[in-house]
Every structure is written in C-alpha cells, then in structure tokens.
C-alpha cells in the first residue's frame, strides 16, 4: 500500500545555522511524538544536507535535496550530482519543480535525464508536474500534466517506478496563496493515478504516492489530505516554520 508523505520544500531560504535549528526543533518534536500516519521529508538546499542528516535521528524522518545534476560527474561548474547527494545522507531528490522548469529551463528531456541519474544513485525521487494557470483556464490542465509525466518518468520500468513519488503542484497555487480546491486536487490526482494505471498497472497505481503542492498550510491540510487520491503534500512557505510544518504533518 502507498505511503503518505509530507515533505517540506525549504527552496532557497534559511542559513545553515537557521537551517540546522529549523530541522532540529523539527526532529525534537518528532522524538517526543512520532509521525504514524506519514513518513515526513525535508528537502533542503545543498548545503545542509550533511548536518540536517545527522541531526534527523525520529523514526519516519527523512532527508531530501531540491535539484540534482543531470551528469554523472566531471566539469561541470556549480553542479552537485547525485551521488553527491546520495552520499550525505539524503535518501530524496524533488525534481521538476516549477520554479526549476521555468526559471532555468529544464524541459521533460532533461528531466526524464536527471530522474534516471538519481535513479541510479540511490535516491527516490519526488517528480513533479503541474500546468500554469493559462493552461487552466484553456483546460489544457490534464494534457499539460499527461506530457510532463509521459515525457519525464513514463520511461521507467515498473521497478523504478517503486522509487517515484509525484507531486502535482497547480503553478497557479505556488507561493501565491490560492490553493486549488480539495476537488481540484482530487480531480488532477485521480487523474494522474489513472495514468499510471494505464502505463503500468494496478498495482503500481495503488502503490505511487501521490502528493499535493500550493499554498498548503495548516488551516486547509486536513480537508485537501482527506481525498482518497492525496497522499499527503509538498510544502513550501509553510515548510519554513517548525509550527506551520509540524501542523501539516498532524492534520493526517
Ligand atoms: P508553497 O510552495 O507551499 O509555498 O506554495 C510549494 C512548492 O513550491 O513546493
């Protein structure tokens, strides 16, 4: 059976010393009261994920980076591989991100590219997809998505795909307050996993997680994570306070 994931996406903030207090007083709260309903991810920049690993010590927390090189090694200037990542700790890599797609062009090709490099090393992948909001408001939403997904992952084997989660995050909703509706959610997510169900079957449909991403906060995490096809969220501005975050992960 699948997994509920929260993973908090800490993006481009945080020093690393308000990194390492953030992830403590996160794991301290874990330690004292274990997340049982969801194995709980933070995805923070390059530079913490050796000291964040070690200071992850509560059962059900993991360690994630944001992005991963899509060569192997060699010179590539500015570029951390994932081996590299691999080898502090992390056990995922998010990739796909919208700001990623848009801010520094990675098509599905590169993408698809980077998913089997990080494959190779070790590490679970959190893929994401979603459409921007004149693809909404066209209704190109579900053929937006299908692309991304049939370009970026579908390439994989069923086995791979034991190692894929995949975040639908609404461009639209990202960092802007909206939030697609627990409907919407459901809607795209069923969707999704009614894909995978075509590409690879049943088995793997029921068993990929599915998460939600955009302006996800504690006051609507319970309502969106109660639909049958939300395995629970990847979380930006809200990942950034150990309250907010904390919250999410309880509203399970
Ligand atoms: P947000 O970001 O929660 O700040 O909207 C989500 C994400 O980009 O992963």
Not at 150 to 170: C, H, Q, R, W
Request: aromatic share 8%; proline share 2%; hydrophobic share 40%.
């Amino acid at each position: 059976m699948r997994k509920n994931i929260v993973a908090g996406n800490w993006k481009m903030n945080k020093n690393f010393q308000e990194g390492l207090d953030l992830a403590k007083s996160i794991n301290n709260y874990f330690i004292s009261k274990p997340a049982e309903k969801s194995e709980v991810i933070l995805c923070t920049p390059f530079i913490h994920l050796q000291s964040v690993a070690s200071t992850l010590t509560a059962k059900g927390l993991s360690l994630g980076a944001q992005n991963c090189a899509s060569e192997a090694a060699g010179a590539y200037t500015g570029e951390v591989s994932a081996a590299m990542v691999k080898s502090t700790g992390a056990e995922y890599v998010i990739l796909g991100h919208s700001e990623r797609r848009s801010y520094y062009h990675e098509d599905d090709a590169l993408l698809n590219k980077k998913v089997n490099i990080a494959l190779a090393n070790g590490l679970k992948v959190i893929f994401c997809c979603g459409e921007v909001k004149e693809e909404r408001v066209a209704e190109k939403h579900f053929e937006v998505v299908k692309k991304q997904l049939t370009d970026g992952l579908f390439t994989l084997s069923s086995d791979e795909m034991k190692n894929i989660v995949i975040a639908y995050e609404p461009v639209w909703a990202i960092g802007t307050g909206l939030t697609a509706s627990p409907e919407q959610a459901e809607e795209m997510h069923s969707f999704i996993r009614g894909l995978v169900n075509e590409k690879y079957g049943k088995s793997v449909a029921d068993d990929t997680t599915i998460l939600y991403g955009g302006s996800c906060k504690p006051s609507n995490a319970a309502e969106i994570f109660s639909k049958p096809d939300v395995d629970g969220g990847l979380i930006g501005g809200a990942a950034l306070k150990a309250e907010d975050f904390i919250a999410i992960v309880e509203a399970f």
